[in-house]
């Protein structure tokens, strides 16, 4: 360093003014008991501003939000109460349906078991009256076939017993004894 530098330092050092703000007296402002008035003063007239902006611009602005939003609710509910009426109109509706529908099903179930049921009864007297005429038929054949099978039975009895006698008598007997008596014995 050189002269010149220190002589400068050294003269501010010694011109330095204290930083107390001209105010060493007195201590902290608002603590300071003169200035008070002033305080209370300043202090009406900010409140009385911001008093007058909120009255004026901030609280109609926040007071239209909140009307909006409560009739914006209500027209929500209203809405919504709306909607509930249509729903439980739809599904009282459909429930309706659903019966009807259901009844419709039954009667329908109904009918078609009743058709079955004539269709069927119709298909079972044929068959039967079918089967009864093949049965009278078949009967007739039985009929006829033992008919000539007892004729044939008569015959061969005759036949046979005419053998008989005439191997144990020795003599054979006339057809009409023969007859008469295999007549007797089948009776």
């Known amino acids: 360093m050189n002269e010149t530098s220190v002589v400068h330092v050294e003269t501010t050092a010694h ?17 300071n008991g003169a200035t008070f ?3 209370i003063l300043w202090l009406a007239i900010t409140f009385g501003l911001f008093y007058y902006m909120m009255s004026k611009m901030v609280l109609p602005r926040i007071g239209g939000i909140l ?6 609710i209500a027209s929500d ?22 019966a009807e529908a259901r ?30 005429a093949k ?15 007892l004729a044939d039975v008569r015959e061969i009895a005759g036949e046979t017993t005419n053998a008989l006698v005439e191997s144990l008598l020795g003599k054979a007997p006339t057809k009409n004894e023969t007859s008469k008596a295999v007549s007797a014995a089948m009776s």
Request: aromatic share 4%; proline share 4%.
């Open 15 to 31: 011109t330095e003014v204290p930083h107390d703000g001209g105010h060493a007296e007195g201590g902290f402002p608002p603590f």
């Open 37 to 39: 008035p002033s305080q």
């Open 67 to 72: 009307e909006d939003r409560r009739d914006r």
């Open 77 to 98: 509910i209203a809405e919504a109460g709306r909607l509930k009426q249509e729903t439980e109109a739809a599904i009282a509706a459909y429930e309706q349906a659903l």
């Open 103 to 132: 009844r419709k099903a039954s009667g329908i179930a109904q009918a078609t078991r009743d058709k079955l049921a004539t269709e069927t009864e119709a298909k079972r007297a044929a068959v039967e009256k079918d089967l009864n």
């Open 135 to 149: 049965l009278d038929e078949a009967e007739k054949r039985v009929a006829g076939v033992k008919d000539a099978a």
